[in-house]
């Protein structure tokens, strides 16, 4: 499973992901409802031809990661951004995101 990070700040949901060794070009990111998939690629690089394996514990291959958002959110606004292995995904909340007091009767 890919480690990842959910932070609530006062306007914004801001969703951390590593993924080393993963192309940005070989990522997808999709929002549906409160849930926002990642797809992508970790593609193998045969360039080690030649040589016996003694360890190979690296992971290859299509994967998915689920987080489930804790509020409402614009997906139409949603920014992300691929650094050194690291996929940043902003999301602005929605209005109807905000805490809401409800009387006890």
């Known amino acids: 499973m890919l ?14 992901i590593e993924v080393p060794g993963v192309d940005k ?3 997808e990111i999709v929002i549906d409802g409160n849930t926002l998939y990642m797809r992508g690629e970790k593609r193998f690089d045969g360039t080690y031809v030649g040589g016996a394996y003694h360890v190979r514990q690296c992971a290859y291959g299509t994967f998915e990661r689920m987080v489930s958002l804790p509020f409402n959110v ?3 606004k949603a ?4 650094r050194n292995g690291v996929l940043v995904v902003r999301l602005p909340k929605a209005a109807d995101a905000a805490p809401r ?3 006890v009767h």
């Open 79 to 82: 920014d992300a951004q691929f």
């Open 74 to 76: 614009h997906a139409d």
């Open 25 to 27: 070009d070989d990522c």
């Open 3 to 16: 480690a990842g990070d959910v932070v609530d700040n006062v306007h914004e949901l801001v969703v951390r």
């Open 101 to 103: 007091r409800i009387q």
